[in-house]
């Protein structure tokens, strides 16, 4: 029994994906999820309650401070309801990126002593956290269930629109996580910007806000930000407020491929030469 | 005459000594390039290396500290890429660079062969069939259940070396790995992996500083001395 062909030089084209090998592979991308998903919550005390924690609590405090307090519109939409869907997207966004953006320094140990396609560990980070979004949006539910005369659903919208969002948003994430994880090879300072940039950028988009409420001359600005328009989406998909915008759509879209591409490319060449530098 | 299995040509691997890790730095480097020499920085750790490999053959891979034998292992493990040259081969490749094929501390033995194995690109199934003979081999019955960063350096070796003896691949490369280990076992990897070639027809590539190791399982050799073959 001889394997197949393979070879080895310094260079390779740049985008090269190899798709046969990414199959072959499988059975460790699912190692991977598996292991994130349970190595991360042994040894604690809450175990996957902690899953709930984080959403729970965010809506809690931005409902007392942003709704109560500062009392800022929230499209009609009762607050806990409002904060959490938008919280839960960005949630999705922000941990890809976070932890798609140390891939490097978290695997140099593995990277450094085992060849395998290493695109399955962001991948494999992209899925994981899809788990646990998908639990947030069971969660999301339950108070959608309690609130459920405050607002008129289109189950049609909501099932045709939710899914490409959630890819979006998974591109966007791990595209500039990856973007990321190819410059802090080299700059390692860039690690403590990113933390704190994501939390200031939280507010500008339309987390705490909707985006009726922002001023005429600021809402091209706030749609730079190529979240806003999914959580303006996702809104819309679930509780019918605003409008569904075709263009800020095809803008994030494009932003989350075009993210996406750059990153893939950067990762495979920095891939093959980063552990010489690390 | 067998296959060829690996066919490696004129691979030389040049490391850049110069990483500043800051804008400031890589500025003053861009600016002062002008006036250093460029070959000041490059430290060229192999050159011009070729051989050819057949199937079942035991290759030595000898030389003093520095000679380049770990970045050509490296190179042929695919994780690092070589500056000039090229590799062709045939199937999968274990490794052990150093002890411990990318094992997880936290993890117990029994989820590192699987965890081995899932990053050979095996499935699930293949490796079952494979989990008992290698806990067999390593003699570690009763810890396999317990995380490994609790094992003697000893155990984490014959575990090591058990997982890549045992997994599905065509060659094994291995650094340095028969330096831990006690008598009894070493002889017992010495016979391994002279079955591995002969009854399996596995390429084996080894690097140890220990002649008689070398002498009992390898039929070929290439020496290295300051990133050449001599």
Same mark, same amino acid.
């Given at each position: 029994m001889t394997g197949r062909e393979w070879k080895i030089i310094p260079q390779e084209p740049?985008? =090269?994906?190899?798709l046969r090998e990414l199959i072959q592979f499988r059975y460790l991308l699912s190692q991977l999820v598996y292991r994130d998903l349970i190595a991360s919550y042994k040894? =604690?005390?809450?175990g996957p309650a902690w899953l709930i924690v984080h959403p729970l609590i965010t809506t809690l405090i931005f409902t007392v401070v942003?709704?109560?307090?500062?009392?800022?519109? =929230?499209?009609?939409?009762p607050q806990p309801l409002f904060y959490l869907s938008g919280i839960i997207c960005w949630n999705y966004f922000s941990e890809c990126l976070i932890r798609t953006s140390t891939v490097f320094k978290d695997n140099a140990n593995i990277f450094g002593k085992v060849y395998f396609p290493r695109i399955i560990v962001p991948i494999s980070l992209a899925v994981s956290m899809f788990f646990r979004l998908v639990i947030h949006m069971l969660l999301l539910l339950l108070v959608m269930l309690f609130y459920s005369n405050h607002y008129n659903q289109n189950i049609l919208t909501s099932i045709a629109i939710i899914p490409l969002l959630i890819i979006t948003i998974a591109l966007l994430g791990v595209g500039l996580g990856l973007i990321i994880a190819c410059l802090t090879i080299k700059y390692k300072d860039l690690n403590f910007v990113i933390v704190f940039s994501l939390q200031l950028t939280m507010y500008t988009t339309t987390v705490i806000f909707?985006?009726?409420?922002?001023?005429k001359n600021m809402v091209s600005l706030v749609r730079a930000n190529p979240m806003t328009t999914i959580i303006e989406s996702f809104r819309h998909a679930l509780f019918n407020t605003g409008n569904l915008e075709i263009v800020p759509l095809c803008y994030s879209l494009i932003c989350g491929f075009l993210f996406f591409s750059i990153g893939f490319i950067a990762f495979n060449r920095m891939e093959k030469t980063f552990i010489d530098s690390i | 005459m067998s296959e060829v299995i690996l066919k490696v040509r004129n691979v030389s691997k040049c490391y850049n000594?110069?990483?500043? &890790?800051?804008i400031s730095g890589d500025l003053s480097k861009w600016i002062s390039s002008r006036r250093? @020499?460029?070959?000041?920085?490059? $430290?060229?750790? #192999?050159? @011009?290396i070729s051989f050819d490999l057949r199937k079942g053959d035991r290759l030595a891979v000898t030389g003093d500290n520095g000679a380049g034998k770990s970045t050509l292992l490296k190179i042929l493990s695919k994780i690092t890429r070589p500056t000039s040259g090229s590799i062709i081969g045939k199937g999968r490749i274990t490794s052990? #660079?150093?002890?411990?094929? &990318? $094992?997880?501390? @936290?993890?117990?033995g029994i989820e590192n062969i699987y965890l081995n194995g899932a990053m050979l690109g095996m499935s699930k199934r293949d490796i079952k069939l494979k989990v008992d003979e290698i806990v067999d081999f390593a003699q570690i019955i009763n810890q396999i259940?317990?995380?490994?960063? #609790?094992?003697?350096s000893g155990m984490y070796m014959r575990l090591a070396f058990a997982t890549a003896a045992h997994l599905q691949s065509e060659t094994i490369i291995m650094d340095e790995?028969?330096?831990? &280990?006690d008598q009894k076992f070493k002889e017992k990897c010495i016979t391994k992996l002279n079955d591995l070639s002969s009854e399996f027809g596995k390429t084996i590539i080894l690097v140890s500083h220990e002649r008689e190791h070398l002498r009992a399982i390898c039929n070929k050799e290439i020496r290295l001395c300051k990133g050449l073959m001599i």
């Open positions: 740049i985008f =090269t994906l190899r040894q =604690t005390i809450l942003f709704g109560r307090i500062v009392k800022i519109s =929230t499209d009609g939409l909707p985006l009726n409420s922002a001023p | 000594l110069y990483n500043s &890790g800051s250093i @020499e460029k070959s000041n920085y490059e $430290f060229w750790a #192999l050159q @011009e052990m #660079l150093e002890v411990g094929t &990318g $094992f997880h501390p @936290e993890l117990s259940n317990n995380p490994v960063k #609790l094992y003697s790995v028969l330096a831990v &280990g």
